[in-house]
């Protein structure tokens, strides 16, 4: 089979087309014919080798993690799943895959969910962690509550859509920063207040938030400890939250390191079944052409989430 392998830490260059063996699978293992490959900063910053010290890999390794496919084989200890099923979740070698970019990849029982039954292949792998990240922030390291006050920065990315849903959905009063051409996409969500950060600074105008969600880091994130009230809880999803700072504002805060499970997917497709949550459409790019797809992502910082779709498999 065809696989896109990392051979080292780097950028697209590292990165080739190998011809490999479809992996054996274990007892509570399954083989994924894989349809859809999504491409997550994280898996960008993990190629840089910004991870180096965290993950101990032995290259070459096939890349990538989120997808979304069908079973074509189960271990013999699956119960919960069978030959035909549609699934996503993640194939990723730090948790026991095999790695996404290839035709057919192996992953452990607890990692994947059933597809949502109203989505394709492409939308199914685009929302695998932004999906999970989204629940954890909101659900649990926020708990966002109905009609407590929170503001999401980058609002726009894959991240902060599902995040902006779900607290709207909770029935809180949601504040977030976007450039100029998303702030069409945010009315139609029924935000409470948009702000266009390139022309507004939003520590002039929030004040007294009970909780703020970071998808930006740097300077955004240090302005923002000062719209939280006393009591409040800032989530980054990019940075460790500065303990001075946190103090001086007598708040908490923490860097979230999402984790990705059977639970949280299944979660994750109710809500998109129930249209409680809708994905925005991810850049779609065929497998043959993905290591020049990821390039671009790397180099000119293009916005929107990438998706990778094996063609006739």
């Known amino acids: 089979m065809k696989a896109i392998q990392m051979r080292a830490y780097g950028h697209s260059d590292v990165l080739s087309f190998e011809s490999i063996g479809i992996p054996s699978i274990g007892p509570d293992e399954l083989l994924i014919k894989v349809h859809a490959i999504g491409i997550n900063p994280f898996d960008l910053k993990l190629l840089s080798g910004k991870f180096i010290d965290d993950f101990d890999i032995n290259m070459p390794v096939t890349f990538g993690s989120d997808f979304a496919g069908e079973i074509v084989e189960t271990g013999y200890k699956i119960t919960n799943f069978h030959r035909g099923d549609k699934v996503y979740g993640t194939g990723s070698v730090l948790k026991g895959g095999s790695g996404a970019l290839s035709q057919y990849m192996k992953v452990r029982?607890?990692?994947?969910?059933?597809?949502?039954?109203?989505?394709?292949?492409?939308?199914?792998?685009?929302?695998?962690?932004?999906?999970?990240?989204?629940?954890?922030?909101?659900?649990?390291?926020?708990?966002?509550?109905?009609q407590k006050k929170i503001l999401i920065h980058g609002a726009a990315g894959s991240v902060g859509y599902l995040a902006a849903q779900l607290s709207l959905s909770i029935g809180a009063e949601?504040?977030?920063t976007v450039g100029e051409?998303?702030?069409?996409?945010?009315?139609?969500?029924?935000?409470?207040?948009?702000?266009?950060?390139?022309?507004?600074?939003?520590?002039?105008?929030?004040?007294?938030?009970?909780?703020?969600?970071?998808?930006?880091?740097?300077?955004?994130?240090?302005?923002?400890?000062?719209?939280?009230?006393?009591?409040?809880?800032?989530?980054?999803?990019?940075?460790?939250?500065?303990?001075?700072?946190?103090?001086?504002?007598?708040?908490?805060?923490?860097?979230?390191?999402?984790?990705?499970?059977?639970?949280?997917?299944?979660?994750?497709?109710?809500?998109?079944?129930?249209?409680?949550?809708?994905?925005?459409?991810?850049?779609?790019?065929?497998?043959?052409?993905?290591?020049?797809?990821?390039?671009?992502?790397?180099?000119?910082?293009?916005?929107?989430k990438l998706v990778v779709i094996v063609p006739n498999n």
């Open 181 to 304: 051409r998303d702030i069409s996409i945010m009315k139609d969500l029924g935000i409470d207040l948009i702000i266009n950060y390139k022309l507004q600074r939003f520590e002039d105008i929030v004040r007294n938030y009970d909780a703020v969600l970071d998808t930006v880091g740097g300077d955004v994130l240090a302005r923002s400890y000062q719209v939280i009230r006393p009591g409040g809880k800032i989530v980054s999803l990019v940075e460790e939250p500065d303990i001075a700072e946190l103090t001086k504002f007598r708040i908490t805060g923490l860097y979230q390191k999402t984790t990705i499970n059977t639970l949280r997917l299944n979660t994750l497709s109710f809500l998109i079944e129930e249209k409680i949550l809708t994905p925005r459409m991810p850049d779609i790019e065929i497998f043959n052409n993905a290591i020049v797809a990821i390039e671009s992502k790397i180099a000119e910082g293009t916005k929107g």
């Open 109 to 146: 029982e607890n990692n994947i969910s059933r597809m949502p039954d109203n989505i394709d292949y492409a939308l199914a792998a685009s929302i695998v962690t932004p999906g999970c990240t989204a629940q954890e922030a909101i659900n649990v390291n926020i708990n966002v509550k109905p």
């Open 174 to 176: 949601v504040a977030v």
